[in-house]
């Protein structure tokens, strides 16, 4: 499948050319079509096929992915706290140790995925994390499960932004989003299906002398390491290697990405990631992802206890934590669906934000159970549409392969900043209401309302100006790559979203 890297058949001249750029996805070599043959009925057709052989596996493996980073909290119902004899904040410092290394391993990752193809570098760093899971089942102390969750977010680190840098050089930068969110849709799923697997695997606790927490690390760790011993023949590299197309749409695949980005450069430059480093706005996107991820991580890693204190036996609380997941899984899809429909963003992160700051504020105002459940199911729904729609956002606004990889990369680093902020939301002193972590989570969401509402006027009044000079320069004065040479082409390559052309996706 993925690991025979198998040549479009291209003139002898053609082929030494794509020889020497095999790292990247959209091979400039390839040779300029137009798009002949190619009808709506047609490219729709095409792009089910990508998705079939693309998103189901890469939703999987994030599945098990979310599910070994979070299963923590489904553990602590089951005496993790008193087994590793953990006081005061030290299951807080637990949960937090694993973000600093996590987002420290973003940035290099995506990198090291410009240079090694994906069913590589993917499989290792799965065959990884899910070693260190399985080790975590074996902790006997507070500094051994500590160690495990360092590990753990070494190797986890490089899938999310991974992946999402990997679906865009697939897809149209209008087709991302909808992709993004099945993708992100898995986090939900984790959710729900780690509630029902903690569940089942609590009937467990003493066989071969562990704890009900050790066996919902060992098999779920377990579960991973097996999908991952698949994962190098089901990840497939690049557009222009795909076995599964034909060279027919091999090549139309890629006329597509290039009709899309244009000839901004795709060659592997440390200029660009230099690019995106002093970029303000992926800045921005940063602090609204991390707006996003701190109430997500703190919703699956103390939901469980959240339920719990509304009345629940710890049994009834892992299952009750099911529906508020499925609920979000729905929402995440429909939203980046019609996000990528209307060609929109912004709206509909800012109405994802204001129904997660209806839910927090219910979570936050009233004792009664039933309103406190509602309040969990509304701001689920609120919270999980926000980082693929963000992310397909940021992503469809940078210019450049290797700039849009960092700037993915940075973005998901500033978003699980987060994490480590939401490690320390709930605290034990504050349960079982949790009015003050349910109150910082509505000041977060509170400002990424703020800055997507910032970045929307930013991106319209941008795309306007630029219109009204390419206007005011008359019929030469905007430029597209037909009309270019090759010397203005490799100049505005260099220029990445800031060449006269591009506009912004609002």
């Known amino acids: 499948m993925a690991s025979s890297e198998k040549k479009i058949e291209l003139s002898t001249e053609e082929t030494s050319a794509a020889a020497s750029v095999t790292m990247v996805s959209i091979d400039p070599e390839i040779p300029q079509v137009d798009s002949e043959g190619w009808d709506g009925t047609a490219t729709k057709r095409l792009l089910r096929k990508l998705d079939y052989h693309i998103i189901p596996f890469m939703s999987l493996i994030y599945l098990l992915c979310f599910l070994d980073r979070t299963n923590i909290g489904n553990a602590r119902l089951d005496s993790l706290e008193q087994d590793l004899h953990l006081e005061g904040l030290q299951y807080n410092d637990c949960l937090a140790i ?21 069913s590589i570098w993917l499989t290792f760093i ?26 753990l977010g070494i190797f986890e680190g490089g899938l999310f932004p991974g992946v999402n840098y ?6 149209k930068r209008d087709e991302c989003g909808f992709r993004m969110a099945m993708f992100f849709s898995a986090a939900t799923l984790a959710g729900a299906f780690g509630g029902i697997l903690a569940r089942g695997i609590a009937e467990m606790s003493g066989v071969g002398g562990l704890s009900a927490w050790s066996w919902i690390f060992i098999l779920e760790g377990l579960l991973s390491i097996v999908v991952s011993f ?30 899309d980005t244009g000839h901004l450069s795709n060659e ?19 602090l609204i992802c991390m707006a996003g991820f701190c109430p997500i991580y703190s919703f699956s890693l103390f939901l469980p ?3 719990k204190g509304m009345g629940y036996t710890a049994n009834n ?9 499925v609920c979000a899984c729905f929402f995440t899809v429909t939203a980046s669906w019609l996000a990528d429909r209307y060609k929109k963003r912004g709206v509909f992160l800012l109405g994802s934000q204001l129904v997660a700051i209806v839910g927090f504020g219910m979570l936050a105002g009233s004792g009664k159970a039933s309103v406190q459940y509602a309040g969990t199911v509304l701001a689920a729904i609120g919270i999980y549409p926000q980082i693929p729609l963000g992310l397909a956002w940021n992503s469809g606004n940078i210019g450049g392969s290797l700039k849009r990889g960092t700037g993915i990369a940075m973005q998901v680093m500033g978003g699980n900043c987060g994490g480590i902020i939401a490690s320390y939301v709930y605290l034990t002193k504050d349960g079982p209401r949790f009015i003050k972590g349910h109150s910082i989570l509505i000041g977060f969401v509170g400002m990424a309302f703020f800055l997507t509402l910032f970045m929307m006027v930013w991106c319209q009044r941008e795309n306007a100006r630029r219109d009204a000079i ?6 030469d004065g905007d430029k597209t790559q037909e009309g270019l040479t090759d010397e203005e082409k490799r100049l505005e390559g260099e220029l990445a979203d800031d060449v006269p052309w591009f506009r912004y996706t609002v």
Not at 131 to 151: C, D, E, N, P, W
Not at 166 to 171: A, F, G, H, K, V
Not at 242 to 254: D, G, K, S
Request: with cysteine.
């Open 470 to 475: 390419a206007l005011a320069q008359g019929p």
């Open 305 to 307: 206890t959240i339920i």
């Open 317 to 325: 609380a892992q299952l009750m934590s099911v529906p508020p997941y």
């Open 230 to 259: 698949g994962a190098y023949w089901a990840i497939y590299d690049y557009p222009a290697t795909a076995r599964f197309l034909t060279t027919f749409e091999r090549t139309e695949v890629v006329r597509r990405l290039r009709d």
């Open 166 to 171: 990997y679906i865009t050089q697939w897809y």
């Open 268 to 286: 592997y430059n440390s200029k660009y990631v230099w690019q995106a480093l002093k970029d303000w706005k992926i800045y921005i996107h940063c």
């Open 126 to 151: 799965m065959v990884c994390w899910s070693a260190s899971m399985i080790g975590q089942g074996f902790v006997k102390s507070y500094s051994g499960l500590m160690a495990t969750r360092v590990f």
């Open 98 to 118: 694993l973000f600093p290394f996590y987002i420290a391993a973003e940035i290099p990752s995506n990198v090291v995925l410009k240079l090694v193809r994906p």
